[in-house]
């Protein structure tokens, strides 16, 4: 099982971090992703990371502002949104892919977290 925390309201600019805590370990070989909802929208990739550390990909439209990161002693995946925009605003869910590859594909990730909401003001 996976639980997001850390989502909230942030001015333009403002940063937030997320973090995605599993409720047992995972093995190294799981790619741990972030995706985001934005109302209307279809749910799409942010970040993604192995559990071992490798394999770090990160979407075009938040690079050089979000970094992924793990913490495999205490079992969370953290996603760190810095220079937040407008658009940012989405429900930010985790998620975890049994694929030891990078993935961005939706369908290929077998468990998910509840989502956070981040809203960003201008």
């Known amino acids: 099982q996976l639980q997001a925390s850390g989502g909230g309201l942030v001015q333009a600019g403002g940063s937030l971090r997320l973090s995605c805590a599993a409720s047992r370990r995972t093995s190294s070989s799981y790619y741990m992703g972030w995706f985001r909802q934005a109302p209307g929208k279809e749910r799409e990739f942010v970040a993604g990371?192995?559990?071992?550390?490798?394999?770090?990909y990160i979407a075009g439209s938040v690079m050089g502002r979000f970094t992924i990161s793990r913490d495999n002693a205490r079992n969370t995946v953290t996603l760190q949104m810095n220079s937040l925009q407008p658009e940012d605003t989405a429900v930010y869910y985790c998620?975890?892919?049994?694929?030891?590859?990078?993935?961005?594909?939706?369908?290929?990730?077998?468990?998910w977290g509840q989502g956070t909401l981040v809203t960003v003001s201008s």
């Open positions: 998620a975890a892919s049994k694929f030891p590859i990078p993935t961005t594909i939706v369908s290929d990730y077998d468990w």
């Open positions: 990371i192995l559990w071992s550390g490798t394999g770090t």
